[in-house]
């Protein structure tokens, strides 16, 4: 063995660790935690996770043969006839030219970026959108730019730099409906506006808007499908109750993503079991508009009874109690958890710097008396 090796590699770890140490002194250091307690934290917004409809439609899958595993990648022998079968469901659904279905949003939007936008082209981007654009940017030819947190104008002054410095490439506009930190919406018609001002493309995350706003729950941007300047993001893994996520948008798109997408052409295919729940959900979707109507009777009690304590109405199933410091946020948190319920502490870098909160998003996994026990518990948590 390579002693000299050996102790290089221990040393690092060392100083790891004293990074880690130093984490904890800051009330920043991350850690695995079962799930218990009444649900506050989750993003299974209409209670689907474990939706005995989606359960009986998993088990009809496997009665009619459909496997577990994919096998593969989807251009080797992972594609499934249960992919396409939700592929083309979903783009009649949200009413697309085109779906593709990937095993989750983060590799979705990371393919996305790092794949459609080409050198010459322009970013410009939402400052607060989620890690996975940032991923995909940071492997993006084209150039970015971080526009303030909705703020329209922000987005053209931004395109208009640009043009002005000589280039002449596409414009692409990423955004999202519904902010999962903050619960707030985008702007979206005025961001229209904007691309078709700059004739530009619309990358739009509609991950936590899918299944609760819109027609059939098909989001804020519903109205926008089917246009050839507009992709859209939908995950599976919140309010559908499953996992993976689709991208809808022109066939074009989907065509160059199954030829370019890294993430898509080297992962292995999503579980067709997967599949086939997210088709259901998506029934789910338009058979059960009473779940959504149940969710935001939720929201407005929920509302309520937090805002006296600093939560703030939203309008959304999110609402975020920002109380600025690491250690204060982790020690409420800690406090309403051995109370019995699931809310959770989120510190930079997730959200900005002295921003720190409490993320409380409401979903139909809780009742009335649950939300009202809540408020009792934190008024007692920030005495």
């Known amino acids: 063995m390579d002693d000299t090796r050996t102790t290089a590699g221990q040393h690092r770890w060392r100083a790891q660790l004293a990074d880690m140490a130093a984490l904890a002194d800051r009330a920043r250091l991350r850690s695995l935690k079962p799930r218990q307690g009444v649900d506050f934290a989750s993003n299974d917004y209409l209670g689907l996770a474990g939706s005995p409809r989606l359960a009986r439609a998993v088990e009809e899958a496997i009665a009619r043969g459909v496997p577990l595993g994919s096998g593969g990648s989807r251009l080797l022998r992972g594609n499934d006839p249960e992919h396409e079968a939700l592929e083309s469901d979903a783009a009649a659904f949200f009413g697309a030219e085109s779906a593709l279905f990937l095993s989750t949003g983060y590799a979705a939007n990371a393919a996305l ?50 043009r002005a410095r000589g280039s002449t490439g596409r414009v692409w506009i990423a955004f999202e409906s519904l902010y999962s930190m903050d619960g707030d919406t985008a702007p979206v018609d005025a961001l229209v506006s904007v691309a078709e001002r700059h004739d530009a493309t619309m990358l739009i995350d509609e991950a936590h808007a899918t299944g609760v706003f819109g027609p059939d729950g098909r989001g804020i941007a519903a109205h926008l499908d089917g246009r050839e300047d507009t992709i859209t993001l939908r995950t599976c893994g919140k309010a559908l109750g499953c996992e993976g996520a689709l991208l809808l948008g022109p066939r074009a798109m989907r065509d160059f993503l199954v030829n370019r997408g890294r993430a898509f052409i080297f992962s292995t295919a999503p579980s067709p079991l997967i599949a086939a729940a997210v088709r259901e959900a998506l029934r789910v979707l338009a058979d059960e508009p009473e779940r959504r109507d149940a969710l935001f009777a939720l929201v407005a009690r929920a509302e309520r009874a937090l805002s006296p304590f600093g939560a703030t109405p939203t309008g959304s199933q999110i609402l975020p109690l920002i109380l600025g410091e690491d250690a204060r946020t982790m020690s409420v948190a800690g406090a309403l958890q051995r109370a019995g319920f699931d809310v959770r502490g989120i510190r930079p870098p997730t959200v900005p710097q002295g921003t720190s909160r409490l993320r409380i998003p409401v979903t139909l996994n809780v009742d009335e008396a649950q939300i009202d026990g809540l408020a009792t518990a934190m008024a007692e948590a920030l005495r």
Do not use: C, I, K, M
Request: hydrophobic share 40%; no cysteine; charged share 20%.
């Open 113 to 162: 970026l790092a794949t459609l936008p080409q050198t010459g082209d322009l970013v410009v981007y939402d400052e607060l959108v989620h890690a996975s654009v940032h991923e995909g940017l940071r492997l993006t030819r084209a150039t970015s730019v971080a526009a303030p947190h909705n703020d329209a104008q922000g987005f053209d002054d931004a395109v208009r730099e640009w």
